[in-house]
């Protein structure tokens, strides 16, 4: 562990906790000047953006062999967002959840953690077949969500916008340079720190890349939260979850198919259980407070500690 690495993943976290500030402003202003839900805009744009890092690493894990980080990093970033992201930000502040997110993005989620389970039981590998019928899956709920946006009340955009088109622009654009740049810089170096202390590639997928990749989720969920956008940020963990499956592993398993193991099964099963909590804390009330957030916390905790002792 030298200083330039340290030096290097100080870096990264300034760039994450700028750029999702300047991403999370645009991205707002952007939902109002389009008479676009907040919701929406948190579902796809920025939960997309902010999903980067994990395409990144989980398709040049896949081309370089690192099967068990391509993987679990992915399941450990779904972990991640359900657990600590909205953890956190409902115990910063309470994140009311709308009734769609409930009876549609939830459950699509859900599916979706199914489908995979599915693929990594029926065989040693997840084909391209099946990439390919993750990524139609992708494109069938975007698509769906572009008509439920329009079907949706304009009204749930509330506010004025405070930037141009222009800057907008800008704010996005940079913001989301800054977001990826400053992941893989996080990324890298906290994974040359874990394997310099042995750590074994899947316990380091699991923990300091999922983590690490998950960070720019975290930032801006906070973020906005703190700002009192807490649709923008329940949709960004939520979308980033739906993304991190049908997009990421859909992508990476078309390029190069990938090998499983036990270990991804249990990891898989175990984010379906923390998928349906999630689900049950959120279903009685219609929000998150700060009781569910600790809840939250609490478990990822707890499943931190699990991940760290089985390896």
């Not at 502040?93 to 693929?119: A, G, H, M, Q, R």
């Not at 509330?158 to 800057?167: C, E």
């Amino acid at each position: 562990m030298d200083i330039i690495t340290i030096i290097l993943l100080l870096v990264g976290f300034v760039l994450l906790i700028k750029g999702a500030d300047y991403f999370v402003e645009g991205a707002s202003d952007l939902a109002t000047m389009l008479k676009i839900p907040s919701m929406i805009i948190g579902l796809t744009i920025v939960a997309f953006g902010t999903s980067a890092p994990e395409a990144a690493v989980s398709v040049t894990s896949a081309l370089t062999n690192s099967n068990a980080i391509a993987i679990s990093n992915i399941i450990g970033s779904n972990i991640f967002n359900l657990l600590a992201v909205i953890g956190i930000t409902s115990v910063i502040y309470k994140i009311d959840i709308d009734k769609v997110t409930l009876k549609e993005d939830f459950p699509i989620l859900l599916v979706s953690s199914i489908l995979l389970l599915i693929f990594i039981v029926t065989g040693n590998l997840i084909s391209r077949i099946e990439g390919i019928i993750l990524l139609v899956i992708l494109i069938a709920y975007v698509g769906w969500l572009i008509l439920r946006a329009k079907k949706t009340d304009t009204n749930m955009s509330v506010g004025t916008t405070h930037l141009s088109m222009p800057i907008i622009a800008i704010y996005i654009i940079c913001g989301l340079i800054a977001i990826v740049v400053g992941g893989d810089l996080v990324v890298e170096s906290s994974k040359s720190i874990a394997l310099g202390l042995g750590m074994s590639e899947t316990l380091v997928g699991l923990t300091i890349v999922s983590i690490g990749t998950s960070l720019p989720e975290l930032i801006t969920s906070v973020t906005a939260a703190y700002n009192r956008k807490t649709d923008i940020a329940l949709g960004n963990a939520i979308g980033s979850c739906i993304f991190n499956i049908l997009f990421i592993l859909g992508l990476t398993n078309t390029i190069t198919p990938i090998a499983t193991t036990d270990i991804m099964l249990i990891d898989c099963i175990i984010m379906i259980i923390v998928m349906i909590i999630t689900y049950i804390l959120a279903y009685d009330k219609n929000d998150f407070n700060r009781k569910d957030g600790l809840i939250l916390v609490g478990l990822f905790i707890v499943y931190m500690i699990y991940i760290i002792i089985r390896n």
